[in-house]
């Protein structure tokens, strides 16, 4: 299958098997706080405890042991504000094969060093703009295998095994709430979810929009400037893989605030004593907001997609 092709539900019932011997089976509990204070059922998908903190090793896996012998041998290099760049690195680790991962120089210290611990070759660059930008010079120069962050079908087909996982943990939901940066995680859950009636809602913050942008423009828009606390949801832009999956499977894409998304963090800790960092707490602050559309009472799974916080910065978030 080529690259620039959105996978189907074979693609990623055959990824299956390529991620889940390296990865946890993580926990879907239920809510009952949670539950009362938003009218829902709520059940939480805890990607918070996957491996490396995030949902991201389930694409990298699965990209990573489709390569050809040569794309191996050369290398392999993408770009990451920190949770892609830890599940790239783990997923190179396991397969044996060289990283290069090129990170904008305000990147979380904590997301770097565990990069680096994995074993891959970091390269800190600029803004997020001019890190593309080196991305793109290195990979001509070094002649390594550019793996797109998410517009990418075999990493879409990975990520969407967290939807084959959930829908087998939990009968009769009725909707899946998750976060959206650059699209990967909502492609794959959408395309897992569309042999299913089960409605999908993402969630962005509002400093960094792209896919609602992507959906009134229908293309991809580059941003000019983002500014938000959850940086897993900071790409300056969408896919044309994720942007096509989202005009397919998405019901709904929510925009919430950084004070919503401090909320929802505070409340997982209080209630659910789990550390989540912004981006896997901003589909909870589109529930407790109101944000969508959904029936009272709906069994909804809420993706907590991440728990990498930066602990320098956990007082202003929580303040």
């Known amino acids: 299958m080529t690259l620039d092709v959105l996978p189907g539900i074979q693609e990623v019932q055959d990824a299956v098997p390529r991620v889940q011997p390296h990865l946890h089976r ?12 938003t009218g829902f059922d709520i059940w939480l998908k805890c990607e918070n405890l996957q491996k490396t903190g995030s949902f991201k090793p389930r694409g990298a896996l699965n990209r990573l042991a489709t390569l050809t012998p040569e794309q191996r041998n050369a290398g392999v290099i ?4 920190g949770n892609n760049a830890q599940g790239m690195a783990f997923a190179a680790h396991v397969m044996g094969v060289h990283a290069v991962l090129v990170m904008p120089e305000n990147a979380v210290a904590s997301k770097v060093a565990a990069t680096r611990g994995y074993g891959a070759e970091v390269v ?4 997020v703009h001019a890190a593309f930008e080196r991305l793109e010079q290195l ?3 070094r002649g390594l295998t550019l793996i797109h962050p998410f517009d990418d079908s075999m990493l879409i087909a990975g990520h969407g095994t967290l939807g084959l996982e959930l829908c087998d943990q939990l009968d009769n939901i009725d909707a899946v709430v998750c976060g959206v940066g650059g699209g990967g995680l ?13 409605a999908l809602h993402a969630v962005e913050p509002t400093g960094a929009a792209t896919m609602t942008a992507a959906l009134e423009a229908s293309e991809p828009v580059h941003l000019d400037e983002v500014s938000t606390i959850a940086d897993g949801l900071a790409p ?7 942007l096509e999956a989202a005009q397919r499977f998405v019901s709904g894409v929510h925009v919430v605030t950084d004070d919503e998304i401090r909320g929802a963090m505070r409340l997982l800790i209080e209630r659910t004593k789990y550390l989540v960092e912004p981006a896997g707490a901003a589909a909870l602050a589109a529930l407790l907001s109101r944000r969508s559309p959904l029936a009272p009472a709906s069994r909804v799974v809420v993706v907590l997609s991440g728990g990498n916080v930066d602990l320098h910065r956990l007082a202003d978030f929580l303040d």
């Open 236 to 242: 300056p832009f969408v896919g044309r893989l994720n």
């Open 78 to 81: 993408t770009i990451s504000a």
């Open 139 to 141: 990979h001509r120069e």
């Open 186 to 198: 909502s492609a794959g859950l959408g395309v897992a979810l569309s042999d299913r009636d089960i």
């Open 124 to 127: 800190l660059h600029g803004d």
């Open 26 to 37: 993580t926990p879907l509990v239920a809510s009952r706080t949670l539950s009362e204070l």
